[in-house]
Every structure is written in C-alpha cells, then in structure tokens.
T-cell receptor
Framework: EAGVAQSPRYKIIEKRQSVAFWCNPI?????LYWYQQILGQGPKLLIQ????????DSQLPKDRFSAERLKGVDSTLKIQPAKLEDSAVYLC???????????FGPGTRLTVL | GENVEQHPSTLSVQEGDSAVIKCTYS??????FPWYKQELGKRPQLIID?????GEKKDQRIAVTLNKTAKHFSLHITETQPEDSAVYFC????????????FGGGTRLMVKP
C-alpha cells in the first residue's frame, strides 16, 4: 500500500514570499490533516478535512495560511506571506473516516530567510 | 482544549536496559492515546496505541499503560537496542470530537551500545 505523499520535500524562501505544499493521502482515506512541526517540538494540528469539508481549522493562522481539498483527495496548504517563524516541517497525515490511526507523510521542510 | 505534557525531554539508557516515558493529559474526554516514533529527518510512525477502555497493551518489547483517573499514560520499552534511538511522541484525542491529535513535546531516547 502506498503511503502519504508530499511535495516538495524541501523549500527555502525569503520572508514575505508565498509557498504551497501538496499532499496526496493514502487511497480511500477520507480524513486528511495538516500539522506544523517546529524544530524540537511535537506536531501541532493546523487543519483537518473530512472529504472536502473542513472539520477543524481553529489553529490555522487564517491571515496568512490557507488550505483546500477540492475533490476530497489531494490537498494543498499555502502560506502568503511567509514569516520567519513559519520555518518548520509541514506534515500531512490521513486516516480512514472515523478511525483513529493516522499515517504521516515525509513532510516538507520549510526554511524562511 | 487538550494539553499533553511529556517527560523526560531526553533519556539516555544503556543497551539492554528499560526505558519509560510518561505523559499527562488535561481533557477527561480524551479516549485514544497513540505513541509515535520519529527518527531524524523521517516521518512519525505509530508504534503502539491504547484506548480508554483498556489499562495496558503490549507488543513485543513495547508496552503502554493508561491511568484514566490520574490522566496519565506511559510507554515502556524493554531490552532497548541502539535502533530504538529516536524521538518519541505521545498524543491524545477524543474520537467523539474529530480524532484530532494533541501531541506532547517529545522525548529524545538515546540507547548507548
């Protein structure tokens, strides 16, 4: 079974630039999560989708972050404009609907200079 | 919201010794408690989980215990091996509220050969 795919794996940008990350969940997984993992910390949930609807985005900084999952499969997370404190690994995870177990992708390491 | 505290932040053991990592949570509604292992630069991988209707679960050298009254749970690794060296994260969620995971801060385990 193919795992969660993410791209790009690494991204370096200047502050105030824009960046987008892509995630392809495990086939059949209706629930998709985006997490932010700052160096030395545990992952922090940014947004959760069930199919193409948002379940929770209470920790998403909506003034600069946006996410979508238009067809209920792939998802993109965008930051515009980026700040220095956005430097982190952005992890995507997926799970079957109503099932606890989440499977993580390899992450995108973002460096904002 | 849920808050998960994890201790210790670093743990160094001799190969063959046991390692114990402890977590406490704040939300009494939480009912699912997974543990993830994250090697340097890699994705978090689920190693064991426990639900609130169970007090203990074992899988070979790994065990997890849960005390719902005290709101704490622990990971036990016996006969540690150098390949157990990684960062371990505990997490908690309420699967009646969307399965969103709240992670602890992580424990860096170093197993010395």
């Amino acid at each position: 079974e193919a795992g969660v795919a993410q791209s790009p794996r690494y991204k370096i940008i200047e502050k105030r630039q824009s960046v987008a990350f892509w995630c392809n969940p495990i086939s059949g997984h209706a629930t998709l999560y985006w997490y932010q993992q700052i160096l030395g910390q545990g992952p922090k949930l940014l947004i959760q989708f069930q199919n193409n609807g948002v379940v929770d985005d209470s920790q998403l900084p909506k003034d600069r972050f946006s996410a979508e999952r238009l067809k209920g499969v792939d998802s993109t997370l965008k930051i515009q404009p980026a700040k220095l404190e956005d430097s982190a690994v952005y992890l995507c995870a997926s799970s079957l609907a109503g099932v606890n177990t989440q499977y993580f992708g390899p992450g995108t390491r973002l460096t904002v200079l | 919201g849920e808050n998960v505290e994890q201790h210790p932040s670093t743990l160094s053991v001799q190969e063959g010794d046991s390692a114990v990592i402890k977590c406490t949570y704040s939300d009494s509604a939480s009912n699912y408690f997974p543990w993830y292992k994250q090697e340097l630069g890699k994705r978090p991988q689920l190693i064991i989980d426990i639900r609130s209707n169970v007090g203990e679960k074992k899988d070979q050298r790994i065990a997890v215990t849960l005390n719902k009254t005290a709101k704490h749970f622990s990971l036990h690794i016996t006969e540690t091996q150098p390949e157990d060296s990684a960062v371990y994260f505990c997490a908690a969620s309420d699967n009646n509220a969307g399965n969103m995971l709240t992670f602890g801060g992580g424990t860096r385990l170093m197993v010395k050969p």
